[in-house]
């Protein structure tokens, strides 16, 4: 076991409100695509989105524990407004994800996060789908964090 100190991660869930953030962090149609994108979240997990650290919409809460034993809390799915991009996470649990990115239209995607610039482009059914089939896996995987609760 290290002796080293555990250090506190910034990216916890918070109360800050998802809507201040959204209307802050996206204007035009990035603003209308986080809107969609937070919709399909909830929709999908049936949870209401909260904020994560100070940049990031998530659902439900998953404990991730890294190689040295260190455990996390991160949601299951979510999405941030980013310079550059939206970036989604959580795509890859889906079942039928290579399928769905081949029809998707303008998305990539990077490491574990899904890149889109706005939804001019995409296939908002199939991002929808894509969604849906992801969070239903992780749901399924862990049960009694996806909304959000602790386990007992």
Not at 61 to 72: F, I, K, V, W
Request: aromatic content about 8%; glycine content about 10%; charged content about 25%.
């Amino acid at each position: 076991m290290s002796d080293a100190p555990v250090r506190e991660l910034k990216t916890r869930k918070t109360t800050a409100s998802v809507q201040a953030f959204l209307k802050k962090a996206a204007k035009g149609d990035r603003y209308q695509a986080c809107q969609f994108l937070l919709a399909t979240f909830e929709n999908a997990t049936k949870d209401k989105a909260a904020m994560w650290g100070s940049a990031i919409v998530g659902v439900g809460a998953e404990t991730m524990t890294y190689a040295n034993g260190d455990r996390l809390d991160w949601p299951i799915g979510g999405f941030s407004p980013r310079a550059q991009n939206i970036a989604i996470y959580g795509m890859r649990a889906s079942p039928q994800h290579a399928a769905l990115m081949k029809k998707i239209g303008k998305a990539k995607m990077g490491g574990g996060c899904m890149y889109i610039k706005s939804l001019e482009g995409v296939d908002q059914r199939v991002l929808a789908e894509l969604i849906t089939t992801a969070m239903q896996a992780k749901v399924q995987r862990y049960p009694s964090k996806a909304k959000g609760r602790k386990n007992a």
